[in-house]
C-alpha cells in the first residue's frame, strides 16, 4: 500500500498547466481583481462542500469519495483545454465553470486520503509512523509537482499552446481514478464498515464529527495557527510567486510565451517559470522529508510548529524588502520563495501528526476537512483584497498584506503541554 500512496501522491501532482495557471489568466487579458474574484469563487465553493463531504467520505467511504475527486479535476482540465472552443460563452463564464468542478475536486479530496493513510498505520500497528509516512508521501508530491513543472514549462516553450498542458493534467487525473479504485475496502473508514454490520453498531457515527470537535476546545490553537500560516503561504506561493517572476523576467525582456520568430534566451520564459517551480518543488520535497528529523530536534511538536511560523513571518518580510526593485531583489526574492516552500512542507506533516493525536480514527476525514474549510475560507476572503491591491499598488501589497495577517497570527501560540497530552477525543468521552 505504501508504493499505492505514492503513485496517488505523483497522479495528484501531475498538474503540468498549475505553475501558469495565474500567467494563463492575465495572458487572457483579466486583472489581478478579476483573478481574485474567480480564485476566491474557486475556494468559496470548496468551503460550501468540503466539511460536507468530509462527512460523506467517513460515512460513504474514503477510498470511493477520492476517486471521484479525480473526475472531477478530469473534467476541469478538459475544460480549461477547450477554453475559447465555443466563442459564444464568454471566458469570464467559462472560467470560473472550469474552477468550480475544480472545486469539487478538491472538497472530496481533502483530508480524505491522509485519513486513509493514518488509517492503514493504524491497522498494521504502525501508528507511531504518522510523521513518517505523511512527510515521504508529501516529498513524492513535490518531486511530481517539480517534474511536472519543468516539463510543462518545456512544452509549453515549444508548443506556446496552454492547452496541451491542460489535457495532460486531465489524463493524469484520470489515472489516479483508476488507481483509487484498486484500494482495498479495508480502508473506506471505521463508518463505513460500521454501517456494513448495522446489527453491530447501533449508535450513529456519521455526525458526530461537529459536536466532538465543539467540545474540545484545546483544537483551536492547533487549528487557527494552521490556518493563518498555510492560508497565507498559499496566497503568496501558488498565486503571486509567477507574477513575480513574469515582472522580473519583463525586465530582461524575456516573455513567457515568446513570439514567433524569437530566438536564444527571449524563448526560454516558460521554461524559466518552469524551472523555478522544478527548483522550490524539489526543496519542498527534501522539507517534507526531513519533517520526522526536525520535530525529534525539539521538545515537542507545538516547539517546532512555533519556530516554523516565526520564520514563515521572517521569509515574507524579507520579500517585501526584495520587492522594493526588483533589479537587485529578483534573485534573493526567489530564494526567499524557496525558503517559505521548505517551511511549509516541513510543516504539514507534523502538524497532520499532531492533529492525528488528539482525535478519534473514526473521524478523520471530517476533522481534516473542517481544518481545510477554515483555510479555505481564509483564502477565499482575502484573495479579491489581494487582486485589488495589486492592481493598485502592484505586487509589494502582497508581502504586506501577508505580513500584517502573519503578525496579527503570533497571538496564536501552541503551548509544550498540548504536544505531549497525546489524549484522544474518545477517551474525553
Known sequence: MIYKFYLYSIFKNL??????????????????????????????AT???????GILAD???????????????????????????????????????????????EALRTGSHKAIMLDYL?????????????????AVSKYASATSAV????????SREYSLLFSLSAVAAFAGCLLLLTYPKELEGDAWRARQRPEENSTPVRYQSLRLMWQHPEFWPLFLQSVVFESQLKIVLKYFTQPFLKSGLALLGISIIAPAGAAGIERLGAFGIGLNEFLRDSLGGVGARMSSEVEGKFRSSSAALNRIYALGIAGILGLSACSISLQWGLIPGLVLLSFLTVLQNLRRPIFVSSLNSRMEKSQRASVLSFESVCRAVTVACLLPLFGVAVDEFGLSAVWALASVVLLAGLCIRLEPKQATSVTCLSENQ
Open 59 to 105: 460515512g460513504w467511504g474514503r477510498c470511493r469519495a477520492t476517486s471521484l475527486c479525480f473526475v472531477f479535476y478530469c473534467l476541469s482540465f478538459t475544460g480549461f483545454a477547450l477554453t475559447g472552443s465555443s466563442p459564444s460563452i464568454p471566458v469570464t463564464y467559462w472560467l470560473p465553470g472550469c474552477l468550480i468542478l475544480f472545486a469539487l475536486g
Open 15 to 44: 498538474r503540468f498547466a498549475d505553475p501558469f495557471l495565474v500567467i494563463y489568466f492575465l495572458d487572457l487579458g483579466l486583472s489581478f481583481s478579476v483573478i481574485g474574484l474567480m480564485l476566491g469563487l474557486q475556494h468559496l
Open 122 to 138: 493504524d491497522s498494521t500497528g504502525q501508528s507511531e509512523r504518522a510523521t513518517w509516512l505523511i512527510g515521504r508521501t508529501r
Open 151 to 158: 516539463t510543462g514549462g518545456l512544452l509549453l516553450s515549444w
Open 47 to 53: 468551503v460550501l462542500l468540503e466539511f460536507p463531504s
